[in-house]
């Protein structure tokens, strides 16, 4: 792998970087270095995961050197190294302020946090495909990780919690047992292990994978985690997380704003409370059951020790008092008529919750008596042990009280400053859950009248970030694809970002389409606005929008709306005035549900659906801010374009939208001249604009992908709204005039853009071909088939194609990349370690990608095979079939096997099973073998096919007929039976109307698709009229690079040398046709 060296630090990386890819590099070993924070953009697909995990444990391992070499050299008192100075070793060796590195116990942990355990999935795979191995733990809750039967099957992770804190503490989780004797084995300590890894490993040795993960973590260099178990003060006690010293990464960090503001709010509803009080009653009576039964005390004194419950019935009853009184205060707060609620300082809540003996003195006991009953009744089943309102007391008691006296100063000074960060409101309880959901039992308390919901409402996502600084740690780094506009971003977080970047992308200018379309194909102008998006004159002309713009884009079309009414409200309106029908005749729609629930299941169908051969794609309406408008993959067809139908501003009359932006402008206003604050109306118009960036982000996934966006809102043409844009998008923005020139130049970008994809992949297939053959100056891999020269190189190609597709299958975009460079750079330097050091991560550690790298033989050049099967054995256990023979140059070989009638025998590997070659087999379903598309005979008394097999004249049409044969069988297998229907009437059309536009343009529309259906276009030519054959052959070169000169060698067809044209296939020569 290339090592390079920036800012003196050597990183290796496992290809050559982009220049933006060592632009983001530098930054991040910049923050290392001078301990500073930093907000980093790079838009998806730029590899920013793989450039954080190779800078962050390259400059660990510098730290790790540097303290090495200041030890030998303290030691040797400089003898060993004395040409070489002390500084040269990096900061670490010559830091004033050494002594937070002076030994290797202080090197920095890396702590990696992203949205989900699925987004650290990836990055966990990414870390596999480099060269570093560092000890490595990934947290997660005990939902994901516990494999106790009993506790596994709690409905609710607060019972899981405390139904597995009991059986630890009575040591009865034989899996928990386990975990101390086997934690530090080395097959359970080494490896890379992401959450479904340790799950595995967890039921693979007996022991519990939850506390393995606690345990893995302090040895660990690198911890994995998602980020509200860094932001939430209560999690990270729970997973007793030590933030000193440490190096904290953001990835996915557009979410951390609304993550830091959430983790420190809450919404305590009437509910909460009635089902709190209604679970300390239940216990109150069975105590008090207990109690009277003197005979019986001494054995419920023995089963509570066991249960975890030792408290008195006069504690049980103080806190069913306390309830009662926050419950009390919170009904006595006058609210005004119109259902508004009221707003109050931060501070009230104090105020509040005193009422109820709620304070910073009692709080400690409080949350110990909830713990103990909630613990008490874990494990049971029942309606009134739903101890969901209590731990929601708990963690809000936690949430008011999360900053002790001791470290914010008397608790009279805590008010002013929470005053600021947060506000109360308190308004009427609007849902219908408590009605709808509770059941007779339920009808106690608050239920007999409407109550009120009790909001605190944290406004200011500096407040969890400042509380990160003072935990102590070194270094903050955030970074996302969608952070702009960066400033501004940096300015919420309230703490110095003195490191700021905007990167680039990777990508050229002619894979990226950006058009703002502000009227549509009527002339009407396209608008959300609150006051016209609803009108039947936007909606009818934005539906005329999206009918024109997926006729010429292609595969996949993702459309956002700014919200689920919107959506659902438009769809409503199509299908009332048939606009749903016609789309739908175009591609299929499909529909993002407002539950998680069916997700999957939709979005497996609409993948299904764009890859199905033949089909024309589908169509994905989403919502901004929703489920897929992250986190979920549209790469290369899956998303070709991407449609924003509007801003997606926050509901403006929301309480909370409201108080967020009085907030913002008085902070503003106390900040004076300084304006360390967004306004209220900048915040706002930002929410938009992040939630588009983060829609638009769908559309190009990999350096190789291409796409357009269609930006579908009068607005988009403002100045100011073009500037909230991404760095890399705005450059490739057009406003247009008018509807048709968008269709015109959409159809021009896609023509060139799939060119120039279909260029590239076989570029980048044709790197495994010998030096000499690449002198010859063939640019492309041409396959050819027929009765020639090339069934044994069309087997071999074809295994390589097939093998490409595996692979890219098999690997993410970077891991590609890596896989495609290593290719690259074999073939130039003849390097054999290097490729082995290049491949090993990739295929070798994870079992199932072992047959990739036993395939990868063929690309193996004679005099390393038996190398390469030595290695192949060593790290997999099996070889590759390696023969004696194969080490020898190709010609002098052995020659391939030759089956009886003196062909050579096609690769076994690739051959269909019996079912599907008698399928293809032209001799029972193309026409009994003989060809669909030969000539007729002619009125006029042209002999029929056997008299001309005598005469030479028409040797080619001999050739011919197998070929056609064998063509069509090979099109029906890679086009399915719809393409191949297309194909044969196209065909038809041709012979009937000599049209060479149109034939080539369905033919290259059917087989440019995919890089491996390629050859059908080349092998088209038999079909091609001789006068057509020279601008077939410039299409062809146009479509996939020429071929080298004098090897257009494909079997003659039927009209080769002949005027003769394919006859309507369903008039061919005699016998059953198709």
Same mark, same amino acid.
């Given at each position: ?14 290809? *050559? ?8 590099m530098?930054?991040?070993?910049e ?6 924070n930093?907000? &980093? ?44 100075? &002390? ?27 992203s ?13 596999r ?22 506790v ?16 630890v ?8 047992n ?10 359970l300590?080494?490896?890379i292990?992401?959450? #479904?890894d340790?799950v ?18 302090? %040895? ?42 959430e ?17 300390i ?26 249960? !975890? ?14 309830? &009662?009184?926050l ?47 909630? *613990? ?17 007391l ?9 900053m ?66 003072? %935990?102590?740690?070194?270094?903050l ?26 990167? /680039? ?24 606005a ?27 079309l ?6 689920y ?17 016609? $789309? ?31 089909a024309?794609?589908?169509?994905? $309406? ?7 408008? #992250? ?19 926050? /509901? ?30 900048d915040?706002?118009?930002q %929410?938009?604009?992040?939630?588009v ?20 809102d ?9 500037a ?14 008018g ?8 159809a ?5 853009? *799939? ?8 570029? $980048?297939?044709?790197?495994?071909r010998p ?16 009765? *020639? ?28 990349d ?8 074999y ?10 050091a ?30 390469? #099967?030595?290695? =192949?054995? %060593?790290?997999?256990?099996?070889? =590759?079939?390696y ?16 089956? /009886? ?31 669909? $598309? ?11 096919s ?5 005469? !030479? ?10 070929a ?94 002949? /005027? ?15």
């Open positions: 792998m290339p090592k390079i060296t920036l800012n003196g630090v050597t990183v290796d990386f496992p290809f *050559q970087p982009y220049k933006c890819q060592e632009e983001y530098t930054k991040v070993l923050c290392l270095q001078k301990k500073v930093g907000v &980093l953009e790079s838009p998806t697909g730029t590899g920013k995961t793989l450039c954080l995990l190779c800078t962050t444990l390259a400059w660990r391992e510098h730290l790790h050197d540097a303290i090495s070499a200041r030890k030998i050299a303290a030691r040797a008192q400089g003898e060993l190294f004395p040409d070489r100075a &002390l500084s040269s070793w990096g900061n670490a060796a010559s830091d004033g302020d050494g002594d937070n590195t002076a030994c290797y116990t202080d090197i920095p942990k890396i702590i990696y946090a949205r989900t355990h699925s987004q650290l999935t990836q990055v966990i795979s990414e870390l495909n480099t060269s570093y191995r560092p000890r490595v733990c990934v947290l997660g809750s005990r939902e994901q990780l516990c494999i106790h039967p009993e596994k099957k709690q409905e609710s992770n607060h019972m899981q919690i405390h139904l597995c804190r009991k059986k503490a009575s040591r009865s989780c034989h899996f928990y386990n975990v101390e004797e086997k934690s530090l084995e080395q097959e300590a080494a490896p292990l992401d959450i #479904e340790l595995k490993s967890g039921n693979r040795h007996k022991l519990c994978p939850y506390y393995l993960s606690r345990n893995l973590k302090q %040895q660990a260099d690198i911890i994995f985690m998602p980020y509200n178990y860094l932001l939430d003060a209560k999690s990270r006690r729970a997973h007793s997380i030590d933030l000193k010293g440490t190096v904290v990464i953001f990835d996915e960090a557009h979410n951390v704003e609304k993550m830091c503001e983790s420190a709010s809450f919404d305590l509803t009437p509910h909460d409370v009635a089902s709190g009080l209604d679970v009653d239940q216990v109150l009576e069975e105590q008090t059951k207990v109690a009277q039964q003197g005979d019986l005390l001494l054995e419920f004194s023995a089963d509570s020790s066991s249960s !975890g419950l030792n408290m008195e019935l006069e504690d049980i009853a103080k806190l069913k008092m306390i309830l &009662l009184r419950e009390g205060a919170i009904d006595a707060v006058e609210l005004p008529g119109d259902d508004n609620g009221v707003t109050k300082p931060g501070s009230y809540i104090f105020e509040l919750f005193a009422e109820a003996q709620i304070t910073f003195q009692t709080k400690g006991c409080i949350l110990d008596s909830l713990d103990q009953i909630i *613990q008490h009744l874990a494990g049971r089943a029942g309606l009134f042990t739903n101890t969901a309102g209590l731990q929601k708990a963690d809000i008691i936690q949430i008011v009280f999360s002790d006296p001791a470290e914010g100063g008397p608790s009279s000074m805590v008010g002013p400053g929470v005053s600021q960060s947060y506000k109360v409101h308190i308004h009427p309880d609007t849902s219908h859950r408590r009605t709808a959901q509770r059941s007779d039992a339920w009808s106690t308390s608050a239920a007999r009248k409407q109550g009120k919901v009790l909001s605190y409402w944290c406004f200011s996502p500096g407040h969890s970030m400042r509380e990160l600084v003072r %935990q102590g740690v070194r270094t780094i955030l970074t996302s694809g969608t952070l702009a506009p960066v400033s501004s971003f940096a300015l919420e977080m309230q703490i110095p970002f003195p490191v700021c970047l905007e990167n /680039p992308h990777v990508i050229d200018k002619h894979q990226i389409w950006v058009g703002v379309v502000p009227k549509g194909p009527d002339g009407a102008q396209l608008s959300s609150f006051d016209k998006r609803f009108s039947d004159t936007c909606l009818a002309s934005l539906g005329k929008a999206l009918g024109n713009i997926a006729r010429v884009v292609p595969h996949g993702l459309v956002f709306f700014p919200s009414p919107v959506m659902e409200k438009s769809l409503e309106f199509w299908r009332a005035q048939d606009f749903a029908r016609k $789309l739908e005749a175009l591609k299929p729609v499909f529909v993002e549900p407002r539950s998680k629930g069916g997700l999957s299941e939709v979005m497996d169908a609409y993948y299904s659906t764009v890859a199905s051969p033949g024309s794609g589908a169509v994905f $309406l989403a919502v901004c801010r929703g489920k897929v408008s #992250e986190g979920l993959d549209f790469a290369d067809t899956n998303g070709r374009g991407v449609i924003v139908t509007g801003l997606p501003y926050p /509901p403006r009359m929301d309480p909370r939208v409201v108080l967020k932006m009085q907030f913002l402008d008085e902070m503003k206003g106390q900040g004076g001249a300084r304006g360390q604050f967004l306004s209220g109306r915040w706002y118009r %929410q938009a604009s992040r939630a960036n983060q829609a638009i982000g769908r559309v190009i996934r990999h350096r190789h992908d291409y796409g357009a966006v269609f930006l579908c009068h607005r988009f043409s403002y100045a100011d709204a073009r909230q844009l991404p760095s890399w998008v705005r450059p490739h923005v057009k406003v247009y005039d509807f048709g020139h968008v269709i015109r130049d959409v021009q970008f896609f023509r060139i853009a *799939q060119k120039t994809a279909h260029r590239s992949t076989l570029s $980048l297939l044709s790197e495994k030096l000499d053959e690449q002198r010859g100056g063939r640019k492309k891999i041409r396959l050819v088939s027929g009765q *020639q020269e090339g069934p044994a190189a069309s087997a071999q190609a074809g295994r390589a194609k097939l093998f490409m597709v595996a692979v890219k299958q098999a690997l993410s975009q970077a891991s590609f890596t896989f495609a460079r290593a290719l690259q750079d073939k130039g330097s003849d390097d054999f370690e290097a490729l082995v290049c491949l090993h991560p990739l295929f070798a550690e994870d079992p199932k990608k072992h047959s990739l790298l036993q395939g990868f033989y063929q690309f193996v050049r004679p005099h390393h095979k038996q190398r390469f #099967e030595e290695v =192949c054995i %060593q790290l997999t256990g099996q070889g =590759c079939g023969q004696p023979e194969h080490s020898l140059p190709q010609r002098q070989g052995a020659p391939p096997a030759l089956d /009886p009638s003196g062909r050579r025998e096609f690769d076994p590997k690739l051959t269909l099973s019996q079912g599907a070659a008698r399928q293809l087999d032209p001799g029972e379903h193309l026409n009994q073998g003989r060809p669909h $598309l030969t000539s007729r005979p002619s009125s006029a008394g042209v002999s029929s056997r008299p001309q097999e005598k005469s !030479g004249a028409p040797r080619a049409e001999r050739q011919g007929q197998p056609v044969s064998a063509y069509l069988a090979d099109a029906r297998r890679a086009l399915g039976s719809a393409g191949c229907s297309r194909l044969l009437a196209a065909l038809t059309t041709y012979k009937r109307d000599d049209d060479f536009e149109k034939v080539v343009a369905v033919v290259a529309a059917l087989t440019t698709e995919r890089p491996e259906d390629l050859p059908l276009l080349q092998r088209f030519s038999m079909f091609v009229r001789p006068h057509h054959k020279q601008r077939f052959r410039q299409t062809c070169a146009a479509l996939t690079g020429p071929p080298v000169p004098g090897t257009d060698t494909e079997p003659p067809g039927p009209w080769e040398g002949s /005027p003769a044209v394919p006859p309507d296939p369903t008039h061919g020569a005699p016998g059953p046709g198709l």
